[in-house]
């Protein structure tokens, strides 16, 4: 039986992502397509823009068969971490064959460079922390690695995350066919086109723009009220004002708390406040990251429990991805979950606390315990 395994944040879902869904399956022929897909914050560090519910509906009537959920403290992580946490879970449901879009499109070259990695891994960490303590940010330190090692780069978003993939399947030698196609459009193109950027998207919905043309299930984006970070900035203020242990906070390094609650006081505005805090050092994604953790008030000592991940929550399915589900529970030592009140782990008080975040501006914070997913 052949799987297919997709990573996905469907930020929204586009029409760039149904040609990617249905290119996948036309490459691989599953008999079965599995998505994991980023809850309600996303992993450049700020909410998606509608629920999760309503995306991983969407997915399945575009034809996924079964949408898990990444939990959320992989979610709002760096490339490796969030590839570890999406591989973890498309392995224990069984996936067969993982297939991802990039810049580059060359699974063959994705291969190389990840077993060049792993062959010489003391070297390349060596090579990292050497780079970022001359000031360069991780992404930059790690292709100054590769440079030395290879003579190659990866510099674009979803090359990066492909490249994590791929190190992830290789180093715990997972079962999976790899493979890769080529993106359809700019990753962050601004300006609305035939197949548009999530970006460019998420702008046009906030603008309250007509993108029915180019959004499968746009009728579910109409009516509601979208998710902005910059609605979060009171909390944040508040939060970074009066917390005086920001140093135990997840992603917050030694000596930027006492930048942050300077820097607070001087902005009214979110994007002002990571502008301001944006640097050589730290990118912007990785300054969304800490403050969404901030939020979330997720210390570093609790991060490793968290990420002990043993269950797998489900988001929708289909008819055929139900059958299956029933048999998967058979093979896999993980708990698979339709219910946060069905089991107990860090990870999904979590999943709650970021829900009653979100309902302090949009309500519903109960419909994270009693929502079921989406079947047909």
């Known amino acids: 039986m052949k799987i297919l395994g997709i990573v996905a944040e469907y930020n929204p879902f586009h029409k760039g992502h149904l040609y990617h869904l249905k290119k996948a399956q036309e490459i691989v022929k599953p008999d079965l397509t599995i998505i994991v897909m980023s809850p ?46 999406a591989m ?19 699974i063959e070259q994705f291969i190389e460079i990840a077993n060049t990695i792993e062959n010489h891994q003391e070297q390349y960490n ?27 780069e990866v510099k674009t978003p979803n090359d990066l995350l492909g490249l994590s993939y791929v190190k992830e399947i290789i180093h715990n030698h997972y079962d999976i066919r790899m493979h890769c196609i080529k993106r359809t459009n700019d990753y962050h193109e601004e300006k609305l086109q035939e197949i548009a950027s999530a970006t460019s998207l998420r702008k ?17 984006y109409k009516d ?20 005086e242990q920001l140093s135990s906070i997840h992603l917050v390094d030694e000596g930027i708390e006492n930048l942050l609650k300077d820097t607070i006081k001087k902005t009214d505005n979110m994007e002002d406040l990571i502008n301001r805090l944006t640097s050589k050092r730290y990118t912007r994604s990785r300054i969304q990251r800490m403050l969404v953790h901030i939020l979330l008030n997720n210390k570093k000592e609790d991060v490793p429990a968290m ?43 979590l999943e709650y606390k970021a829900a009653t975040l979100l309902s302090l501006i949009y309500g519903d914070a109960h419909t994270e315990i009693s929502s079921i997913p989406y079947h047909e």
């Open 40 to 85: 309600q914050f996303v992993q450049r560090g700020e909410p998606a823009i509608i629920s999760k519910w309503i995306r991983s509906r969407i997915a399945i009537e575009s034809g996924a068969d079964i949408v898990i959920e990444l939990p959320t403290i992989y979610a709002v992580e760096s490339a490796d971490y969030f590839a570890k946490g």
């Open 224 to 243: 509601e009220h979208l998710y902005s970070f910059s609605e979060f900035f009171p909390y944040l203020k508040y939060t970074i004002l009066f917390n």
């Open 307 to 349: 990420m002990k991940i043993d269950y797998i929550r489900l988001l929708a399915f289909s008819k055929k991805g139900q059958l299956y589900i029933k048999e998967q529970k058979k093979r896999t030592d993980f708990k698979i979950i339709a219910n946060i009140s069905k089991h107990q782990h860090p990870s999904l008080t």
């Open 126 to 152: 060596t090579a990292i922390k050497e780079a970022m303590d001359q000031g360069l940010r991780y992404p930059d330190a790690c292709n100054r690695a590769l440079s030395l090692l290879l003579n190659k």
């Open 88 to 106: 973890t879970l498309l392995h224990e449901m069984g996936i067969t064959d993982l297939l991802f879009g990039s810049e580059n499109g060359d």
């Open 204 to 220: 046009a919905l906030h603008a309250h723009i007509d993108v029915s043309s180019q959004l499968p299930g746009y009728q579910y």
